[in-house]
């Protein structure tokens, strides 16, 4: 079966801007989750889509926004950039939560 | 929320000897105990599982322990190859929560040949 697929792969942005970034999961997959990983705080949990609808939502300020489209594809969105959301932003697929799938990720970098 | 914690933070060993790596969780609803081995560059992969109403879980050389009442669990690898370095991460989520998976900080695995 064909993986996850994150794009882009790599990003640089200035703070101030804002981000989109894209997360196709496996087929058959309802059920995306999204992680924030750095060196210092590890894995974070994001939010999950589940069905087209926000699931569960993680720790995160409301610059950090997500959504799911009816063929599972989920979008995150980074607004108003900052240099401390420099980060790997890693997706998640999986059929009803458990069993997670991970993409290769997108490397974030913020200037 | 929950909380988990995972140690030790390195571990070097040579290889052909065991490696054991124990996290503790907080909240005694947690139901599912996921492993994660990610390599340099790469993205975490899953590699072995348990549920909270099984105590034992075993994988070839990777088992998995779970003790509920103390709230702990725990990878071993046996018989460790230098292809298992890796850093290995623990998580676990809640029952109404599946996609929400809270990870330990990580153990980087490293096996001397």
């Known amino acids: 079966k064909a993986g996850v697929t994150q794009t882009p792969r790599y990003l640089i942005k200035t703070r101030g801007q804002q981000v989109t970034l894209s997360c196709s999961p496996i087929s058959g997959h309802r059920s995306v989750s999204w992680y924030q990983q750095t060196p210092g705080q590890g894995l974070q949990f994001l939010f999950e889509?589940?069905?087209?609808?926000?699931?569960n939502k993680g720790n995160f300020p409301g610059r950090f926004s997500g959504r799911q489209f009816s063929n599972s594809r989920s979008e995150m969105n980074v607004s108003t950039l900052e240099l401390g959301d420099s980060a790997l932003y890693l997706c998640a697929s999986s059929q009803q939560g458990r069993d997670q799938d991970f993409g290769p990720g997108t490397r974030l970098l913020v200037l | 929320g929950e909380n988990v914690e995972q140690h030790p933070s390195t571990l070097s060993v040579q290889e052909g000897d065991s490696a054991v790596i124990k996290c503790t969780y907080s909240d005694s609803a947690s139901n599912y105990f996921p492993w994660y081995k990610q390599e340099l560059g790469k993205r975490p992969q899953l590699i072995i599982d348990i549920r909270s109403n099984v105590g034992e879980k075993k994988d070839q050389r990777i088992a998995v322990t779970l003790n509920k009442t103390a709230k702990h669990f725990s990878l071993h690898i046996t018989e460790t190859q230098p292809e298992d370095s890796a850093v290995y991460f623990c998580a676990t989520t809640q029952q109404g929560s599946q996609g929400n998976l809270i990870f330990g900080k990580g153990t980087k695995l490293s096996v001397k040949p």
């Open positions: 889509y589940f069905s087209e609808t926000q699931r």
